[in-house]
T-cell receptor, first 112, second 116 residues
Framework: QKEVEQDPGPLSVPEGAIVSLNCTYSNSAFQYFMWYRQYSRKGPELLMYTYSSGNKEDGRFTAQVDKSSKYISLFIRDSQPSDSATYLCAMSWANTGNQFYFGTGTSLTVIP | GAVVSQHPSWVICKSGTSVKIECRSLDFQATTMFWYRQFPKQSLMLMATSNEGSKATYEQGVEKDKFLINHASLTLSTLTVTSAHPEDSSFYIC????????????FGEGSWLTVV
């Protein structure tokens, strides 16, 4: 079983839709959770960073962590064509952990 | 957010030559940096973990003599592709580990290597 599972998609939605992206994980020691956005032919960009459980909101983006279910989500409200990209989840252990575990990425296309 | 700069963005080299790619964390110190390779429409593949002042740790199947990694300072790691061949053509990405105010990594913009 992989440490982190992410549905690769592709996911296609109309402009203005709410997008839900998800990852599940198996290691209960993970404490730090990240979402990255990667445009074609570019390096990934950190979108959201969350420590432990709970929600975090930044503009149109909301990250949720449910440690009891080992499940994290990224919601995008009022999706725009510029949101079309691959979204990667990543997670790590606490404190000195310098190992990061990535999902395979979900490809999202927002249709105008 | 934190900035990681990667240079060059694009490089074309002749088969048999060596190419160096630089990764710099511009506004934080990074004891650890990571190097990845990514093929079109595929996920990131971790090549090696670079630790400042010590030897890099390579993932299984990655030739350490082929992909030389040096992490000489807390803000700079370099990847040298030695005796490059066309099969080494790929997108190479670095990331830097930031431990201040959390535990996360920031990626460089990536470097496209074409070996002709």
């Amino acid at each position: 079983q992989k440490e982190v599972e992410q549905d690769p998609g592709p996911l296609s939605v109309p402009e203005g839709a709410i997008v839900s992206l998800n990852c599940t994980y198996s290691n209960s020691a993970f404490q730090y959770f990240m979402w990255y956005r990667q445009y074609s032919r570019k390096g990934p960009e950190l979108l959201m960073y969350t420590y432990s459980s709970g929600n975090k909101e930044d503009g149109r983006f909301t990250a949720q962590v449910d440690k009891s279910s080992k499940y994290i989500s990224l919601f995008i409200r009022d999706s725009q064509p510029s949101d079309s990209a691959t979204y990667l989840c990543a997670m790590s252990w606490a404190n000195t952990g310098n190992q990061f575990y990535f999902g395979t990425g979900t490809s999202l296309t927002v249709i105008p | 957010g934190a900035v990681v700069s990667q240079h060059p963005s694009w490089v074309i080299c002749k088969s048999g030559t060596s190419v160096k790619i630089e990764c710099r964390s511009l506004d934080f110190q990074a004891t650890t940096m990571f190097w990845y390779r990514q093929f079109p429409k595929q996920s990131l593949m971790l090549m090696a973990t670079s630790n400042e002042g010590s030897k890099a740790t390579y993932e299984q199947g990655v030739e350490k003599d082929k992909f030389l990694i040096n992490h000489a300072s807390l803000t700079l790691s370099t990847l040298t592709v030695t005796s490059a061949h066309p099969e080494d053509s790929s997108f190479y990405i670095c990331s830097a580990h930031r431990t201040v105010s959390g535990n996360t990594i920031y990626f460089g913009e990536g470097s496209w290597l074409t070996v002709v």
